[in-house]
């Protein structure tokens, strides 16, 4: 997409929208490209409406999955190339609502055993035990681990809202180990490859897949399952929260 791509980056900077967001439609206005190998200027209401009609009785997408492309391709033409009569038809498709797969205490800690690193121990403890998105924990600085007042500073969460959630016992006592053992350099406790970046949300859900398959889980494990989860409010036979111990 070249200049257009950057341009409905900045578009989508100028409204506020997340740096996940901006990655998603990007992607999925890129994809709507490469399936006509065209530029977008020269496309409009037909091809969008094939595209997405393509989405769902060839690639069998979810109305999830749907949704989002729809909505980046409404932004592409309604904001990026001002063209909104192009995708005013375009609506939400119905999403059924699925009561999420609770891992048991065992199999948790069967799936933490089994992901080896205390570095993805750590963040996937941090999703579960303190209920936060994957993002938000591959996003967090050292500075945000508050071990006196026991609580963990979630900066620029979801429609870029900062707050405090409980930070379990066995979490810090995870997250201590971990930084003995790793030091990371700089204020990302989750650092990447290269400095300045953090840890991406597809490493943690590659790993969560491989420590599903190894420990023999027969759920579907995913990063946002785990926050459904909750360890806060999961609590052992017996009533003991499950990372409180």
Same mark, same amino acid.
């Given at each position: 997409?070249? +200049? ?13 929208? !997340? ?19 065209? !530029? ?6 037909? $091809? ?5 009609? &393509? ?8 109305? !999830? /999955? ?25 609506? +939400? ?7 999420? $797969? ?18 993805? $121990? ?16 591959? &996003? ?6 508050? !071990? ?16 405090? *959630? ?7 006592? /995870? ?6 053992? +790793? ?13 300045? *970046? ?23 494990? &995913?990063?946002?399952?785990?926050? &459904? ?15 409180? $111990?």
């Amino acid at each position: 997409m070249g +200049q257009l791509r950057q341009r409905m980056d900045e578009d989508l900077k100028l409204r506020g929208r !997340s740096e996940n967001t901006r990655e998603t439609y990007l992607r999925c206005a890129a994809a709507f490209v490469r399936h006509y190998r065209r !530029s977008p200027t020269e496309m409009g209401r037909e $091809q969008i409406r094939d595209f997405l009609l &393509h989405l769902v009785e060839d690639l069998k997408r979810s109305p !999830s /999955t749907y949704n989002v492309y729809a909505a980046s391709l409404r932004f592409l033409y309604a904001h990026t190339l001002g063209r909104p009569e192009e995708v005013a038809w375009v609506a +939400q498709m119905r999403v059924p609502h699925r009561l999420p $797969q609770i891992l048991s205490s065992e199999e948790i800690e069967r799936l933490l055993a089994a992901l080896g690193s205390l570095k993805m $121990q750590a963040i996937v403890m941090a999703a579960y035990g303190a209920g936060l998105r994957v993002s938000e924990v591959v &996003h967090l600085c050292v500075g945000d681990i508050d !071990s006196r007042r026991m609580v963990i500073h979630v900066q620029h969460g979801k429609g870029d809202r900062d707050r405090y *959630t409980m930070l379990p016992k066995r979490l810090l006592s /995870t997250l201590r180990d971990y930084w003995k053992e +790793q030091r990371p350099p700089g204020p990302e406790l989750f650092p990447g490859p290269r400095r300045g *970046t953090v840890l991406s949300r597809e490493a943690v859900g590659m790993a969560l897949k491989q420590a599903a398959t190894e420990a023999k889980i027969q759920k579907r494990v &995913h990063a946002h399952c785990l926050r &459904h989860n909750d360890g806060i409010k999961t609590m052992w036979p017996g009533g003991r929260n499950v990372f409180a $111990q």
